[in-house]
T-cell receptor, first 113, second 109 residues
């Protein structure tokens, strides 16, 4: 089955700890994205990558880091510098690096205690 | 700065009704506009994508229109069903990638 997987579905961490969220796709898509969703707000773009070994900051990149060493994988690290990390995190991919249909994973709900 | 607004924030209709969801955007220089559906606690499912050169797209009971000059898109759902209950999000791809805050739809029996 082709698609985007995110793991884990639920994640709990203590305040001050870094945590890495996984996103893998087998759609052979060039571009991948990370969004954050908070209650009552739309999705906000954290980082995106149009091609392997390249990525750009979105609107709310502070306190987050990413890597794109493989086409299939785009992990997101939530660092201790992120002031309010508790949220629902969604990963997406699209075929090209330009405007194209985005396909989303099931999301990871991160709770920082 | 692109702002994408969806009104109403919530909507409840009886089964069988036709309904319209609205999406407004401030930057008319969009490449495309996409409508998504999100069920509680789940990821997003793409419904329709309208390229900037197009005026509408249709899929089954869904029809989405785009008017760049007025900065508006509408999603029309015909003969609504309880299974249509979800949050509907519009997304505008311009110089920035911007989601609306969504319309939470409930279709009652």
């Amino acid at each position: 089955d082709g698609g985007i997987t995110q793991s884990p579905k639920y994640l709990f961490r203590k305040e001050g700890q870094n945590v890495t969220l996984s996103c893998e796709q087998n759609l052979n898509h060039d571009a991948m994205y990370w969004y954050r969703q908070d209650p009552g707000q739309g999705l906000r773009l954290i980082y995106y990558s149009q091609i392997v070994n390249d990525f750009q900051k979105g609107d709310i990149a502070e306190g987050y880091s990413v890597s794109r060493e493989k086409k299939e994988s785009f992990p997101l690290t939530v660092t201790s510098a992120q002031k309010n990390p508790t949220a629902f995190y969604l990963c997406a991919s699209s075929m090209g690096g330009g405007p194209d249909t985005q396909y989303f994973g099931p999301g990871t709900r991160l709770t920082v205690l | 700065k692109q702002e994408v607004t969806q009104i109403p924030a919530a909507l409840s209709v009886p089964e069988g009704e036709n309904l319209v969801l609205n999406c407004s955007f401030t930057d008319s220089a969009i490449y495309n506009l996409q409508w998504f559906r999100q069920d509680p606690g789940k990821g997003l499912t793409s419904l329709l994508l309208i390229q900037s050169s197009q005026r509408e797209q249709t899929s089954g009971r869904l029809n989405a229109s785009l008017d760049k000059s007025s900065g508006r898109s509408t999603l029309y759902i015909a003969a609504s069903q309880p299974g249509d209950s979800a949050t509907y999000l519009c997304f505008a791809w311009a110089s920035k990638l911007t989601f609306g805050t969504g319309t939470r739809l409930q279709v009652t029996l």
